[in-house]
């Protein structure tokens, strides 16, 4: 059976198609428990659940019970829905018996089995038997952190099981509002879902107005005021974010993201390659217009000493933050103010 992925489970449950057996593992942990969420949400009928629907922990389950549930036909429901949760921690007896399951499965049951972490699974060295089967013969799925195109496409699959349509523009500012934290994502994706009401699409407007923007500003409006040298601007935002209680060190290490991205656009251009080459090898196709010209601006304007220097000082601000005893606010705006203008 084919790899599966986060967007194509979304797609899997909106359509009301399921795999019968789903095998979930990956250093993202909050993929991996979404998937479970999400599986569970629309494969379990209500009406039904109490009689097709049973949960069992790795470490402590019973093998001949689950083999006894997955096999049993569905009451009054199409399906019948099994989850093994920590089933890397199971016995090895059970995780054989399960993927010996998964060869010959229940077409009227959907059994999905989650584990605690990522599976090592390279068949050139000595990946678990068990593990290797349920790679062959299960919708499997390691979810890595998402890169920008994928956690965009994240953000349009995840609307669209919701019943909304979020425009490329209106994606692309979620995330360069919020970053690439996932759970903080969902939860303002199940705010502009309330937000928008019966109306299906979601628009940058409501984007910005449920994200903060008119509170202060965010993280990235720190980093851009950064990458401008508008130290007073970066200072001021600085002020709220700090107000807000938001991760100094999350801001400093969103600026070295910003800034790693400069660096490597530099690289790139000095090898004679074309801006869309470019935009297309570092997954810049779907950002703002106006955000990759930025980026490219930067990129021509910047000295490799200018560079070093920003590395250099965003690197001092974060051991500060992580070993001093001065406030967050004022290495943040000592930053701010150090970073070398055009």
Known sequence: MPRTDINRINRECADNKFQPVYFLHGDESYLTRRAVDTLTGYAVEPAAADFNYERFHGPDMNIERVLTSVATPPMMARRRVVLVQEVDKASLKARELLAQYAQKPSDSTVLILAASSRVKIDKRRGTPKWAAALEESAASVCFWPLREHELLAWIVSTSELNGKKIGRQAANDLYARLGDDL???AGELDKL?????????????????????????????????????KSLLAAYVNGQLTSRGESAVGAVAAANAHFGRVARIRALLAQGKPDAQIKKELGLSWWREESVRDLFAQARAFSD??????????????????????????????????????
């Open 193 to 229: 879902f309330f937000f928008v009401g019966e109306r299906e699409e979601i628009n940058s407007s409501d984007v910005l107005e449920m994200t903060g923007v008119d509170k202060g500003g965010s993280v990235f409006d720190w980093v851009d005021a950064l990458a401008t040298g």
């Open 305 to 342: 000493d200018k560079m070093n220097e920003i590395f250099g000082l965003l690197l001092q601000a974060d051991l500060r933050l992580k070993s001093s005893s001065l406030p967050n606010r004022l290495i943040l705006d000592t930053l701010a103010f150090s970073i070398p203008g055009d």
């Open 183 to 185: 759970a903080r994502i």
